[in-house]
C-alpha cells in the first residue's frame, strides 16, 4: 500500500479474498518496520502480522504467537515442506515458548515481520543465512486455519 493511500475497507475486504494470505501479507504490509506491538502498515511484530492479515479475511485471530499456536488444524511439519499450502502459519519456540509466526508462502518462502529482517518482507525457510537456519530449526507447528 502506498503511503497515504487511505482505501476503503470494503475495497480491501474485497482484495483480501482474492488474493493468497502470504501475498496479501506482502502487498499490504511489506517494509514495514519491525516494532514491539505493531500490527499496522507502519509498523509491525510477526503474530500482529499474522492477526491483520486474517482480519482482512474477516477471521478473528488470538493477538499472541503462542495463543495462535492453538488454533486451526495442525500440519505436519515437513523437512522440505511438502504438504504446507499457501497461508498455513509456522511457529518457531525459543527457550520452549512459542515466540514466532510466519505464514508459508510456497517453495520455501515465508513471509513474517522480524527484527533481525528489519521488518515485513520474505525470506527463504531452507536457505543457508545463519538467521535461516536458526529460524528453521526452532520450527515446532504448522497450523492451517
Keep these: 500500500m502506498a503511503p497515504g493511500n487511505v482505501r476503503r475497507e470494503q475495497e480491501l475486504r474485497v482484495e483480501a479474498r482474492h488474493l493468497a494470505l502470504p501475498e496479501l501479507a506482502q502487498k499490504w504490509y511489506a517494509g514495514a518496520p519491525y516494532l514491539w506491538g505493531g500490527r499496522t502498515e507502519w509498523a509491525s511484530i510477526a503474530s500482529g502480522l499474522a492477526q491483520a492479515v486474517f482480519a482482512g479475511r474477516g477471521i478473528k485471530l488470538p493477538r499472541d504467537s503462542d495463543q495462535q499456536f492453538v488454533q486451526g488444524k495442525e ?48 525470506d527463504h525457510l531452507f536457505g543457508d543465512e545463519p538467521r535461516m537456519v536458526r529460524l528453521l530449526a526452532n520450527l515446532v507447528g504448522v497450523r492451517r486455519l
Design 75 to 122: 500440519i505436519a511439519i515437513s523437512p522440505d515442506g511438502a504438504g504446507y499450502e499457501a497461508g498455513d502459519l509456522l511457529f518457531f519456540a525459543e527457550r520452549g515458548r512459542v515466540s514466532h509466526v510466519a505464514f508459508w508462502a510456497g517453495a520455501g518462502r515465508i513471509v513474517h515481520a522480524a527484527l533481525s529482517r528489519g521488518g515485513v518482507g520474505g
